[in-house]
């Protein structure tokens, strides 16, 4: 069992900066690769950004590529997602999970979900 915890959600003005963390604990964190995905009301989860275990692989999606960094330290069990220049359709809740299929790119393939932090951008 994983337990995963997002923090550092909060509300800021177009064209500013936050910071995601995840912490998680439990089952052996560094074997495994984690994605960040975003939800707002009535659509779907939709993939952000992810990181494979050692780091050496990473995905973006094309709305954030140039704008939002992932990042991992093994040793803390965080894994991180920078977000520069946001936008007002960067808001949503963010979540993390652990990959244990496949694809990074489906919110299916993910499992052990945090709870989410919001994030809201202003105009």
């Known amino acids: 069992q994983v337990q995963l915890v997002e923090s550092g959600g909060g509300l800021v003005q177009a064209g500013g900066s936050l910071r995601l963390s995840c912490a998680a604990s439990?089952?052996?964190?560094?074997?495994?690769?984690m994605g960040w995905f975003r939800q707002v009301p009535g659509k779907e989860r939709e993939f952000v950004a992810a990181?494979?275990?050692?780091?050496?692989?990473?995905f973006y999606s094309e709305s954030v590529k140039g704008r939002f960094t992932i990042s991992r330290d093994n040793a803390k069990n965080t894994v991180y997602l920078q977000m520069n220049s946001l936008k007002p359709e960067d808001t949503a809740v963010y979540y993390c999970?652990?990959?244990?299929?496949?694809?990074?790119?489906?919110?299916?393939?993910?499992?052990?979900w945090g709870q989410g932090t919001q994030v809201t951008v202003s105009s």
């Open positions: 999970a652990v990959l244990t299929g496949n694809s990074y790119f489906y919110a299916s393939e993910y499992e052990y």
């Open positions: 439990g089952r052996s964190f560094s074997r495994h690769a």
């Open positions: 990181i494979s275990w050692s780091g050496g692989t990473i």
